[in-house]
């Protein structure tokens, strides 16, 4: 058993510091397959929907928004009556804050990441294809 502040402090780090570096890292990677698939399918466009100030933009509003999510471990006291835990007490809140983070935390990020990653898989291949064909084209040119 820990003393309440010892406790308080190890939750903090426990569920909201690692939650929240999970949940940047999360919606780091799912921005860069944006930026990838972007880049790769408009690649003139691109260059001002992604420029420098407004990606540095989003990876500070990604890093300051992220832990909001996991705001709700900082309000709730798991240190209750000497033990050191995160109970289930109050299931429509501590069960809703569970719902929304599944969802918002995890399942969004997880299909748009497939989304963008299936669409860039598309554009390499209608781009491999497009390439290929005007290789075969140059080639049958030059041997009459």
Known sequence: ?????????????KFFFSQSLHSISIFLTLFLAFQRYVSYAFPFSSKKLLSKR??????????????????Y????EKADDGMCMWRLDNCP??????WIILIVDHL??????????????????RTNVSSTFGS???????RY
Do not use: N, Y
């Not at 308080?8 to 780090?13: H, I």
């Open 1 to 13: 058993m820990l003393d309440i502040d010892l406790c308080r402090w190890f939750m903090l780090t």
């Open 54 to 71: 407004k990606t540095l933009i989003v990876c500070v509003v990604i890093a300051t928004c992220s832990p909001l999510l996991h705001v």
């Open 73 to 76: 471990h900082v309000l709730k």
């Open 93 to 98: 809140g501590d069960c809703a804050f569970l």
């Open 108 to 125: 969004i990020p997880c299909t748009l990441l497939c989304v963008f990653s299936a669409l860039f898989i598309r554009e390499l291949r």
């Open 136 to 142: 075969r084209k140059q080639a049958e040119s030059r």
